[in-house]
C-alpha cells in the first residue's frame, strides 16, 4: 500500500449515502472498510466488507480488527450508519428506543473508540459523524426526539472529542444534513421534503459526500459541525 493511501472506515456503507461515500473514497484511491448489517462481499481489492449491526461491540471490533489486518491502518471513520424514526413521542414503543440507540449512540461509541484507539498509534486521524439538522433545528411537522437525543449526543461529544484530541493529531467533525433524496423517501414525497429547506429543494447525496471530503481534507478543522441542510440552520 502507498504511504499516502488512507484507509477509511465507513458505517451504513450498503447504500444512499453510505454506498456513495465508498464510491468517493476508492475515486480518491484510498481503501475502504465498509460495514452495514447486510452488505455484500465486494470483488474490488480495495473495499474490505464487514457484515453486522454495528452498535454489537463484536461487529465494532471486527470491521477495526479486519481492517487493520487487510490494509495495516485505520486513517479515518465515517459514522454514517444510523436510523430515522419520526413519530409524536409518547408514541415510540421500547422497540423504537432500544433500536435507535443500538446504531445511533451504541455504533457511534464502539466504532469510534476502536477506531481512535488506532489512530493513536500513528498520532493522525480523522473521524467525521452524520447527524441531523433537527438536532438544532426541530421542526413540528416532522416529530423527531429520538433523532435530537442520540444525534444531539454525537453532536456534543464530536466537539468533546475534537478538544480530547487535538493535540494528538485526530480531528473530529460532524455533517448536519437536511432531508437526502436517497430510496428512503418515496419520489412522491420530494415536492412536500423540498418545501422544509429555505433553499427549495432537497439534498443531493453527493452534497453529502462533497461535505464529508471538505472536511476530510481541511486539516485545520476540527470540532466542526457544517451544516448541509439548504439553510434551515439559519432559519426559515
Same mark, same amino acid.
Given at each position: 500500500?502507498?504511504?499516502?493511501?488512507?484507509?477509511?472506515?465507513?458505517?451504513?456503507?450498503?447504500?444512499?449515502?453510505?454506498?456513495?461515500?465508498?464510491?468517493?473514497?476508492?475515486?480518491?484511491?484510498?481503501?475502504?472498510?465498509?460495514?452495514?448489517?447486510?452488505?455484500?462481499?465486494?470483488?474490488?481489492?480495495?473495499?474490505?466488507?464487514?457484515?453486522?449491526?454495528?452498535?454489537?461491540? /463484536?461487529? #465494532? *471490533?471486527?470491521?477495526?480488527? $479486519?481492517?487493520?489486518?487487510?490494509?495495516?491502518?485505520?486513517? &479515518? +471513520? !465515517?459514522? %454514517? =450508519?444510523?436510523?430515522?424514526?419520526?413519530?409524536?413521542?409518547?408514541?415510540?414503543?421500547?422497540?423504537?428506543?432500544?433500536?435507535?440507540?443500538?446504531?445511533?449512540?451504541?455504533?457511534?461509541?464502539?466504532?469510534?473508540?476502536? /477506531?481512535? #484507539? *488506532?489512530?493513536?498509534?500513528? $498520532?493522525?486521524?480523522?473521524?467525521?459523524?452524520?447527524?441531523? &439538522? +433537527? !438536532?438544532? %433545528? =426541530?421542526?413540528?411537522?416532522?416529530?423527531?426526539?429520538?433523532?435530537?437525543?442520540?444525534?444531539?449526543?454525537?453532536?456534543?461529544?464530536?466537539?468533546?472529542?475534537?478538544?480530547?484530541?487535538?493535540?494528538?493529531?485526530?480531528?473530529?467533525? #460532524?455533517?448536519?444534513?437536511?432531508?437526502?433524496?436517497?430510496?428512503?423517501?418515496?419520489?412522491?414525497?420530494?415536492?412536500?421534503?423540498?418545501?422544509?429547506?429555505?433553499?427549495?429543494?432537497?439534498?443531493?447525496?453527493?452534497?453529502?459526500?462533497?461535505?464529508?471530503?471538505?472536511?476530510?481534507?481541511?486539516?485545520?478543522?476540527?470540532?466542526?459541525?457544517?451544516?448541509?441542510?439548504?439553510?434551515?440552520?439559519?432559519?426559515?
Amino acid at each position: 500500500m502507498a504511504a499516502n493511501q488512507k484507509v477509511v472506515v465507513v458505517t451504513g456503507a450498503s447504500q444512499g449515502i453510505g454506498a456513495a461515500l465508498v464510491k468517493a473514497y476508492r475515486a480518491l484511491g484510498h481503501q475502504v472498510v465498509a460495514n452495514a448489517r447486510t452488505i455484500q462481499p465486494s470483488a474490488d481489492e480495495g473495499t474490505l466488507a464487514v457484515a453486522g449491526d454495528i452498535g454489537e461491540r /463484536a461487529v #465494532a *471490533e471486527r470491521v477495526i480488527a $479486519q481492517g487493520v489486518a487487510r490494509f495495516g491502518r485505520i486513517d &479515518s +471513520l !465515517v459514522n %454514517n =450508519a444510523g436510523i430515522f424514526i419520526a413519530k409524536p413521542f409518547t408514541q415510540y414503543t421500547q422497540d423504537d428506543f432500544r433500536a435507535v440507540l443500538a446504531t445511533n449512540l451504541s455504533g457511534f461509541f464502539h466504532v469510534t473508540q476502536l /477506531a481512535i #484507539a *488506532e489512530m493513536e498509534k500513528r $498520532q493522525s486521524g480523522h473521524v467525521v459523524s452524520i447527524t441531523t &439538522s +433537527l !438536532v438544532q %433545528n =426541530a421542526n413540528s411537522n416532522v416529530p423527531s426526539a429520538l433523532a435530537s437525543l442520540t444525534k444531539g449526543g454525537v453532536d456534543a461529544a464530536t466537539r468533546s472529542l475534537a478538544i480530547e484530541y487535538a493535540k494528538r493529531g485526530i480531528r473530529v467533525n #460532524a455533517v448536519s444534513p437536511g432531508i437526502i433524496k436517497t430510496p428512503m423517501h418515496p419520489s412522491e414525497t420530494h415536492a412536500a421534503l423540498a418545501g422544509l429547506h429555505p433553499v427549495g429543494r432537497m439534498g443531493e447525496m453527493a452534497d453529502i459526500v462533497d461535505a464529508v471530503l471538505y472536511l476530510e481534507s481541511a486539516g485545520f478543522v476540527t470540532g466542526e459541525t457544517l451544516h448541509v441542510d439548504g439553510g434551515q440552520a439559519a432559519g426559515h
